[in-house]
C-alpha cells in the first residue's frame, strides 16, 4: 500500500473520539508487516513494535505517537424529524451548515447538517455565525421513523472523500491526525531498511481531541526512555499571520520550547540537516496541546520531541497537507532511530542543564 492509498483509507473511515474502531482496523492491518509484534491496549491504542536489530539484553524504547480519531458529533436530542446534536471535539462551526454527514444509528444513515434559510432570520442575525445549538441534522426520515434508527448518543462524522489537488497536496476530512499516523506507516516502512538498537513503539493514540487520553495510558504503559508526537500544524494562507503559520512543502516542522527536551530537539534537526530533509522550527511558548504534552509527563518524565505536518484549513472538512511532507518526517524520524545509542540515552537521562 503506497503512502497515498494508506491516507486515503484511514482518511475516509469514520473514528471520532473514543469510537476508532475502523481506523483502527486499518492501521493494525497496515502496520502488521512492518513490526515484531502488534497489540491494542484498553483504551483501544495501536502498538506497533520493531524491535531493536542489534540486540541488547534490554534495548531503551522510543514512542513515536500520533492520533487516529478525528472530531465529530453525538445525537443530544430527537427533536421531531430532525437531531440535535453536541461536538465531540470541536468543530468551526461557521463552516458547517449545508454539510454532508453520516449518522451512525442502527444503521448508517446519510443527512445533512440544516438550519433555517437566511431569508426568515431576522435582518440582525442574517450576518452572524449560527450557533451549534440552532443547527440540526435531517436524515429524511419523519418523526415517527426517527426513532426506530437513531438513539441519543449515537455518533455522527462528517462525509468527505479523499482529493489529490495539484502539487503533491491532498484534501480531505480527518487529516488532523491520520496525516501523522501515515508518518509512522512511512517511517516503519523506511526502518525496514535500517539497523537500530533501540525498540521502536509506533504508537496510534486514541481520543486526542477529547483530552490526550490515549497518549497519557499508552506513554504510561510504554514507559519509553524517550518519545516523538507527530501532529498537524497551521499552514499558511493568505489573511493568516505569519509568525505561527508554516508553508507546505517546505518540510516538517520541528518543535522548540518548554514542551520540547532540548537534547530531543537537536537531534531531530541535527538528523534533518544530515539527511537534506527541507525543515521549518515551530516555536511552541507553552504547552504544546498535542500527545507530546501527555507524553512529556507520564511516570517520572519522558524526554519527548514534537514534529508538526502544517495543515490548512484546521478542523473544516477540507483540511489539507502535502504528501511529500508526510514522507519526509517518516524519513526523518527513522533516520533518528537508527542514531540513538548508548550515548544518546546518556544524554536524555543527565539532569536538565548539566554538560553531559
Known sequence: MTLGEFLKAVTEAPGPSGYEEGVRQIVRSAFSPYCDELRVDPMGNVWAVRRATRRADRAPRIMLAAHMDEIGFVVKKIDAHVLRVSQVGGFDVRILPGQPVLVHGKVPLP??????????????????VIPLDELFVDVGLTAEELPRYVRVGDLITLRRGYVELRNGLVMSKALDDRAGVAALYSCLQELQALQHSWDVFAVATTQEEVGLRGAMTSAYGVAPDAAIAVDVTFGRTPDCPDIGTFELDKGPCIARGPNIHPVMFSLLEETAKRLEIPYQTEPIPG??????????????????????LPLRYMHTPGEVVCLRDIERAGRLLAHLVATLDERVLSRFRAPLGSSS
Open 111 to 128: 443527512g445533512v447538517i440544516g438550519s433555517r434559510p437566511p431569508h426568515v432570520l431576522p435582518p440582525d442575525e442574517r450576518e452572524k
Open 287 to 308: 504547552r504544546s496541546g498535542t500527545d507530546a504534552w501527555a507524553i512529556q509527563v507520564a511516570r517520572e518524565g519522558v524526554p519527548t520531541g514534537l514534529v508538526g
